[in-house]
């Protein structure tokens, strides 16, 4: 079992920087891949990011297209966390964003992840 609980969320203007954090529970945060995803209103959840967990190749990283260039997700496994750096935030970006943890090598498949955050509000005002 994992607990995730997203934070960093809040209010602000377009163009201007957020990270959010997910902070895990328990021993095995380091065996899931982890993934960022967001639901704004109306709309259907929807892949931001994702991060592998340690591979023989290295880490692998995953973005929406949306995203890509403005976004970046990094974990730190001493730690048992996983972040969002949110730059050049749009209005477009505002949603609740929720942090997710999957046993595949990494996913951007709603469905493939097991444990699911409480979610946290982000809002880019023009």
């Known amino acids: 079992q994992v607990e995730l609980v997203e934070s960093g969320g809040g209010l602000v203007q377009a163009g201007d920087s957020l990270r959010l954090s997910c902070a895990a529970s328990?021993?095995?945060?380091?065996?899931?891949?982890m993934g960022w995803f967001r639901q704004a209103p109306g709309k259907e959840r929807e892949f931001v990011a994702a991060i592998s967990r340690a591979l023989i190749g290295g880490i692998y990283t995953d973005y929406a297209d949306s995203v890509k260039g403005r976004f970046t997700i990094f974990r730190d496994n001493a730690k048992n966390s996983v972040y969002l750096q949110m730059n050049s935030l749009k209005p477009e970006d505002t949603a609740v964003y929720y942090c997710?943890?999957?046993?595949?090598?990494?996913?951007?498949?709603?469905?493939?992840?097991?444990?699911w955050g409480q979610g946290t509000q982000v809002t880019v005002s023009s």
């Open positions: 997710a943890a999957t046993s595949a090598s990494r996913s951007r498949t709603a469905a493939n992840y097991i444990y």
């Open positions: 328990g021993r095995t945060f380091s065996s899931y891949a």
